[in-house]
């Protein structure tokens, strides 16, 4: 096929294609976020009625909250250890399921179907698995009384979060990761075996450097992610419990302007948290980005 045929006949066809899906990010994602930029600077009323400008005024009220200052420790806390452990998990299966282990073809099926199922979904899901009176862990509440609570406990309810996380993150990364092991040509792995490379040897020296990419772009998506996706599983299964532990920074949002009604005080942290999820993933490509080499 030549690369002509490849070409589309008219050439304000592709944007028309692309126009749906253009549309529909411009009115879900960049005009809430340019509207909570400019509620930032201004002080809303929440049953409308007008609006005056404060300047910097609510950025000064928001930082010197000291639960917002909680919830955003929170958030990088369950940001770094569930975004890795999401990564980690799908590579190890991904490196299994590359060596064509018995009934790999099954669990490649298996491990993608999580993918299908929404956020809130997972949240009830698991809220009745970590349940500590019915859920699995009930066995050990019965030999030792409270040992498992994540409805009084915030450290387990965290865990129930992160846990939440991890399982919903595995399809798409175990896709990304096992198809840059599948690009790796056999022929190195038998170099390698030829020079006295054990199994492990093979993974640590031939498979990891070769998929840095893939690694790479699991990691910048999952830390941006995480940002943002643990709303539906905070929302059902701790409405940010008990005690506040549980409390990340985009669900704080959610409650203090659809509860609180105060708009802008959850403008102004919408646009801290968009502020930081740009430096995040800025850093990211800065500190990790060079390092990475796309030819093989």
């Known amino acids: 096929m030549s690369s002509e045929s490849s070409l589309f006949s008219h050439r304000w066809l592709p944007l028309l294609l692309a126009a749906p899906l253009l549309l529909l990010i411009l009115v879900f994602f960049y005009a809430p976020i340019i509207q909570a930029f400019y509620w930032s600077f201004f002080l809303e009323r929440p049953f409308g009625g007008g609006s005056e400008f404060v300047g910097w005024d609510n950025f000064r009220r928001v930082l010197a909250d000291p639960e917002f200052w909680n919830a955003g420790w929170r958030t990088v806390v369950f940001m770094v250890v569930a975004s890795s452990l999401a990564v980690a998990l799908p590579l190890i299966l991904a490196v299994a399921a590359d060596r064509k282990i018995r009934l790999s073809l099954t669990a490649r099926n298996v491990l993608v179907w999580p993918k299908g199922v929404a956020g809130a979904s997972i949240g009830v ?18 030999f030792f009384p409270g040992a498992w609570a994540p409805g009084l406990n915030g450290t387990d309810a965290f865990i129930t979060l992160i846990v939440a996380h991890v399982w919903g993150g595995i399809p798409f990364n175990f896709v990304i990761l096992l198809a840059g092991l599948q690009s790796i040509p056999r022929t190195m792995f038998q170099a390698a075996a030829m020079d006295g490379a054990g199994p492990w ?12 990419p893939q690694l790479f772009l699991t990691l910048v998506l999952e830390f941006t992610e995480s940002v943002t996706s ?10 940010g419990g008990p005690g506040g532990s549980t409390n990340l920074l985009v669900y704080k949002i959610y409650t203090d302007g659809f509860s609180g009604y105060d708009l802008s005080g959850a403008s102004t942290q919408t646009a801290i948290l968009m502020v930081f999820v740009v430096i995040l993933t800025a850093a990211q490509f800065l500190l990790l980005g060079r390092s990475i080499n796309y030819e093989r």
């Open 125 to 142: 899901v698991f809220a009745f698995i970590f349940n500590p009176f019915v859920g699995i862990l009930a066995p050990i509440n019965h």
């Open 201 to 212: 040897r093979r993974i640590f020296d031939v498979q990891l450097p070769l998929i840095m």
């Open 230 to 239: 643990a709303f539906a599983l905070i929302d059902t299964i701790t409405k």
